[in-house]
């Protein structure tokens, strides 16, 4: 399914998973790409610009922090303006926190809350808004979400409240073919992984999962370009994928 003319907007869309989401768009599925970055690590026109020379298509990066309902419309306003409309929007914006839960401040949920769980929604409700008939919604949550495990609380509990926001939009946008998902990648072998974790709980990770590894960037990004293409007829659906670490 080519995609083609399409536009995609990607937030995170410049590093780690969302990068690898970009190439994959554009590179299968030739698809335009919007793609949002927080704050600079250097080199992100260069990556538009060598996505464009090398797949033909059309590549936007836009920075902003997001974290208010006015901030994602700016987000959805600024890609319309651009391209004109939007086909697909992937969002890969989240934090983790790994503390006992009693230990847990007041700050660090309320920056947990505005990560994972506001700018999700806000997210989901303006692609609801903005992306055109037939298009996708599609949010990264976590295949923690079907673990029973400790310290995790306020990430699991945060990022939870997105499967359910996706359900009901789902259910909202049938009159607008508009498919709404969740992919649920297991640990994932980034930064963003690394910075919780102790040696030992690496290793145990690693030993619960297909090929004694974490989930690689590589096993999600695939799944992330079959909703956005041939997958069209799920929706409503959180997409666990860890290897064997966890089952819903």
Known sequence: MSLEGKTALITGG?????????????SKYKANLFLHYNSSQGGEQKLADELASKYGVKVEVYQGKLGSEESVAKLFEACKAKFGSIDIAINNVGK?????????TEKEFDE????????????????????SQGGRIISLVTSLL??????????????????YYSKSASKELVSKRISVNCVAPGPMDTPFFYSQEKPED??????????????????????VGFLATSGDWITGQTIYASGGMTAH
């Open 112 to 131: 947990m809350d505005v990560i994972n769980n506001k700018v999700a929604f806000f997210f989901i409700a303006q692609a609801a808004k903005n992306v």
């Open 14 to 26: 410049t590093k780690n998973l969302g990068k690898l989401t970009a190439i994959e768009l554009a």
């Open 146 to 163: 079907a673990a029973y495990t400790p310290f995790y609380a306020v990430y699991q509990g945060t990022k939870s409240a997105v499967e």
């Open 96 to 104: 983790v926190l790994k503390k006992p839960i009693v230990e847990v």
């Open 202 to 223: 690496v290793e145990f990770y690693k030993s619960v999962a297909f090929d004694g590894r974490l989930t690689k960037i590589e096993d999600i990004a695939p799944i």
